[in-house]
């Protein structure tokens, strides 16, 4: 019997290989971290510490009460105390199914919904699925995502949003995703002032009826005179600056023993920066545009709790997708101490100028085959060039 050939795999073909074994290895065992991380948060007792204000409001909400607290509408108080509710009416209107439930285990199943929604977030990026499993280590092992997930905020829940308007960029479900991000992060609408910039007014036009629409919907349960009471809490929001927790540039500065008046420059700064950064952006692509604005969001929010900082977990693969395998590191930036998490801020902001050319058309993300595209090319350009796939 003749005997066949043995046939040698490309270089290229057994470093991919490798890539995605080793990519695979790393998304299990963030998984398995994860797991640990979820069980010992459910037996602690800060568990859906955030939660438990969404959901009192929800309560109060589904039985006629005001949604906001007295003490945030009798006049002006600083954020920061628990339990206060400090979010649009949509919030809490979309919560009262849970209002049926003990607080605690209507938490866990907050935790479940954020942990699919985190999973998922990184699943729809569009980038090559090697980048998607190794961005997804990362962001598992970040404190942002880790403090989100054991306080019950939104932050994921804008993470995700915020994953797909990469994925549907300059579409308008990217709008609307961008919609319902906003009613969560209110700085977000700053992807906006980047549509505007780049002259484009159909997503303008789509964002605002969607987030029109949004408030028409909710208006069964939440009726329309607790939109005044939110202008209202809004308005008698002060002294945010110092607050504890807050790693904005001005209470950082404070923190490290600044003057007041040097940390209002450190706070005017940082709003000049991220300004700075959008107008250039804006002459640049669209995906660069749409982070860098996304970034903008963190710098221009004058309460900025660390957890806010999870959406530096997209930064990292929107990096590797173009070329800086080193930004997938960028979510250990949220470790750092808290007077220096405002570096991470900045990093945010700027580090999406240091990403290589764009991939060529219909590569980068515009559309719902986007990661598919991303994988033939990048298989593509490794069998010409023999470049890792793994983070390139």
Not at 36 to 59: C, K, N, S
Not at 116 to 127: C, E, K, R, Y
Not at 265 to 288: N, Q, T
Not at 290 to 318: E, R
Request: charged share 10%.
């Amino acid at each position: 019997m003749a005997r066949i050939p043995r046939v040698a795999l490309p270089a290229w073909a057994v470093r991919e290989d490798r890539s995605r074994v080793v990519a695979l290895a790393l998304a299990g065992s963030a998984l398995l971290f994860l797991l640990v991380a979820v069980r010992i948060f459910a037996q602690g007792p800060t568990l859906g510490y955030d939660f438990a204000a969404y959901y009192d409001a929800a309560r109060r909400l589904s039985t006629g009460l005001p949604v906001y607290q007295a003490e945030t509408l009798a006049g002006p108080f600083r954020p920061g105390p628990g339990g206060l509710y400090l979010y649009p009416p949509p919030l809490a209107a979309l919560l009262t199914p849970l209002v049926g439930l003990p607080v605690r285990d209507a938490a866990l199943v907050w935790l479940g919904f954020k942990l699919v929604l985190l999973i998922a977030t990184f699943a729809v990026l569009p980038v090559h699925r090697t980048i998607r499993l190794v961005a997804f280590a990362f962001a598992v092992v970040s404190a942002p995502v880790l403090i989100d997930l054991n306080l019950g905020n939104v932050s994921t829940v804008v993470l995700f949003a915020a994953a797909l308007m990469w994925r549907w960029l300059d579409r308008p479900a990217g709008a609307l995703s961008l919609a319902l991000a906003v009613f969560l992060r209110p700085a977000l609408a700053v992807v906006v002032v980047s549509w505007l910039l780049r002259g484009r007014l159909a997503l303008v036009a789509c964002a605002v009826v969607f987030g029109v629409s949004i408030v028409v919907l909710t208006l069964p349960l939440t009726g329309l005179t607790v939109y005044g009471d939110y202008m209202r809490l809004l308005a008698n929001v002060h002294g945010v600056t110092g607050v504890p927790r807050n790693v904005d540039l001005a209470s950082a500065a404070l923190a490290l023993g600044a003057t007041p008046e040097t940390a209002r420059v450190a706070l005017a700064s940082g709003y000049l920066l991220a300004i700075a950064a959008l107008v250039v952006a804006s002459r640049r692509d669209p995906e660069l545009s749409l982070h860098v604005s996304v970034g903008a969001s963190i710098l221009l929010s004058p309460l900025l709790w660390p957890h806010y900082l999870s959406l530096i977990t997209l930064t990292g693969p929107f990096l590797a997708h173009r070329g800086r395998r080193w930004g997938l590191l960028l979510p250990l930036l949220g470790w750092l101490p808290e007077p220096a998490l405002a570096t991470a801020g900045i990093a945010v902001v700027l580090a999406p100028f240091l990403a290589g050319p764009r991939a060529e058309a219909g590569v980068a993300g515009g559309s719902v085959e986007a990661p598919a595209a991303v994988d033939a090319a990048a298989a593509g350009d490794a069998r010409a060039s023999g470049v890792d796939v793994l983070l390139r």
